[in-house]
T-cell receptor, first 114, second 111 residues
C-alpha cells in the first residue's frame, strides 16, 4: 500500500466551528507533514512530525492544532478559522530520518471558511 | 536549503521530449535535487531525485551539471497527461524534513 489517504475531500465551515482533517498512511513511514496550498501557489510547509513528535512548526497560528496519535495517523484540528485560511490542505509522509527523502502526498482536503 | 529558480511556463508538443530546467546555484555538497509534479488539484507526485550523477527511472531522466548548479528534468515522450506544474526542490539528505517548494514550471503538452 503506497497511498496516503485524507478525509474529508471537501470541507465547508464557519468561523466559529471546530473541525478536524484526517490523514492516514500504512507504509511504515515515520515522518508526516501538513502543507497548505493557496490557489496557483506552491505548497507551504506547516508542520512536521517525526516518530510521532512535533519536529517542525512553521510559525503556524494556534487556530491550527496538529496531532499525531500514532505512526499511521495525523490529524489537523481547526478552530476559529478565518476566510483567508481557505485552501487545499495536503498531508504527506516519508520514511524518516536517514531514509530516502521522497514524500508521498495525499489528494488533499479542500477547505472553505465562510 | 538552497533556493531554486525555474521558468514560469513551458509548452511541449505531444510525443516530443520535454526538458525542464532548474537553477540551484547555491546548492551545497550534501543537498539532493528532487523533482515533483502536481496535476491540477491533486497532491504533488514524486518523480525523481539525484545528488551528482544522472538518474533515470520509468518516468523521467535527471541530468545534473558537473558543478551541480543546475539540472534538467527530461520527460522523453511527453503525453497530454504530463500537463502539470513541475517543482524542483533541493534539500539535505538527512537531518531535516524541510522541503521548500519554489514557484515551479507550468508545463502544457499540446496535441
Amino acid at each position: 500500500d503506497t497511498e496516503v489517504t485524507q478525509t474529508p475531500k471537501h470541507l465547508v465551515m464557519g468561523m466559529t466551528n471546530k473541525k478536524s482533517l484526517k490523514c492516514e498512511q500504512h507504509m511504515g513511514h515515520r515522518a508526516m507533514y501538513w502543507y497548505k496550498q493557496k490557489a496557483k501557489k506552491p505548497p507551504e510547509l506547516m508542520f512536521v512530525y517525526s516518530y510521532e513528535k512535533l519536529s517542525i512548526n512553521e510559525s503556524v497560528p494556534s487556530r491550527f492544532s496538529p496531532e499525531c496519535p500514532n505512526s499511521s495517523l495525523l490529524n489537523l484540528h481547526l478552530h476559529a478559522l478565518q476566510p483567508e485560511d481557505s485552501a487545499l490542505y495536503l498531508c504527506a509522509s516519508s520514511q524518516g530520518a536517514g531514509g530516502p527523502g521522497e514524500q508521498f502526498f495525499g489528494p488533499g482536503t479542500r477547505l472553505t471558511v465562510l | 536549503d538552497a533556493k531554486t529558480t525555474q521558468p514560469t511556463s513551458m509548452d511541449c508538443a505531444e510525443g516530443r521530449a520535454a526538458n525542464l530546467p532548474c537553477n540551484h546555484s547555491t546548492i551545497s555538497g550534501n543537498e539532493y535535487v528532487y523533482w515533483y509534479r502536481q496535476i491540477h488539484s491533486q497532491g504533488p507526485q514524486y518523480i525523481i531525485h539525484g545528488l551528482k550523477n544522472n538518474e533515470t527511472n520509468e518516468m523521467a531522466s535527471l541530468i545534473i551539471t558537473e558543478d551541480r548548479k543546475s539540472s534538467t528534468l527530461i520527460l522523453p515522450h511527453a503525453t497530454l497527461r504530463d500537463t502539470a506544474v513541475y517543482y524542483c526542490i533541493v534539500r539535505f539528505t538527512s537531518g531535516t524534513y524541510k522541503y521548500i517548494f519554489g514557484t515551479g514550471t507550468r508545463l502544457k503538452v499540446l496535441a
